[in-house]
């Protein structure tokens, strides 16, 4: 069975500074992997997805993640977090096709003036 | 209208009501699907439709009725809820199978939800 762990449902960062969200799964075979941000009263929307081509893959809004695979990780990174970065991050996972796409718990991420 | 629609964006109801969520995709999509989102909980699939067919239902309470009259549109008919039901309900689509395609990865599209109160 698929699955996603999030760590820290709750992340703090100063404006300007690293944004790290952690996301690791569990699949017995390589998955597709996907970061989706949620802003208040809105919709997920897709940062990014992997898909088995380049391990680095970057995103919308100057995201971007690594696939891992010896770590089983795909975190999430940005050099320097703005105000508007404040939102709530999923990882989610898939194997595709008619598979569902299972979604972590989900990191609020608050940026500090 | 772009992407994927939902209609109400908030809705309150008492627990006798009969109410019914809309949702439409905009993209050519063939796969739609329901999603329950709880304050402190994760994402809930209720159901997945494709191909206009259900081929997945979650364990979902019968007081929740999904029809899918064809490809772009999805309702979610809601009747004597509870207030445990009161959430963010949120519609998606996606490309799944195509013939001559292969597999897909399955990248959901969502809608902006809505808010459903319970009183």
């Known amino acids: 069975a698929q699955s996603v762990t999030q760590l820290g449902s709750h992340v703090s960062v100063s404006e300007g500074a690293l944004v790290l969200l952690r996301c690791n799964y569990s699949?017995?075979?390589?998955?597709?992997l996907f970061w989706y941000v949620q802003y208040p009263n809105q919709g997920l929307q897709l940062l990014l997805k992997y898909t088995s081509a380049a391990t680095l893959v970057k995103g919308i809004n100057g995201f971007e993640a690594e696939f891992k695979k010896s770590e089983t990780s795909f975190h999430l990174t940005k050099p320097s977090a703005h105000m508007s970065d404040a939102a709530e991050y999923f990882c989610?996972?898939?194997?595709?096709?008619?598979?569902?796409?299972?979604f972590g718990t989900g990191t609020k991420l608050q940026v500090i003036p | 209208e772009t992407g994927v629609t939902q209609t109400p964006r908030h809705l309150v109801m008492g627990m006798t009501n009969k109410k019914s969520l809309k949702c439409e995709q905009h993209?050519?999509?063939?796969?739609m699907y329901w999603y329950k989102q709880s304050a402190k909980k994760p994402l809930e699939l209720m159901f997945v439709?494709?191909?206009?067919?259900?081929?997945e239902n979650n364990s979902v309470p019968s007081r929740f009725s999904p029809e899918c009259p064809n490809s772009s549109h999805l309702f979610l008919h809601l009747h004597t809820l509870q207030p445990e039901d009161s959430a963010l309900y949120l519609c998606?689509?996606?490309?799944?199978?195509?013939?001559?395609?292969?597999?897909?990865?399955?990248?959901?599209?969502f809608g902006p939800g809505t808010r459903l109160t319970v009183l």
């Open positions: 699949s017995s075979v390589p998955p597709y």
């Open positions: 993209l050519g999509h063939n796969a």
């Open positions: 439709y494709s191909l206009e067919e259900r081929v």
């Open positions: 998606a689509s996606s490309q799944v199978l195509s013939i001559g395609q292969g597999a897909r990865d399955n990248e959901q599209f």
């Open positions: 989610a996972v898939s194997f595709g096709g008619y598979q569902k796409v299972t």
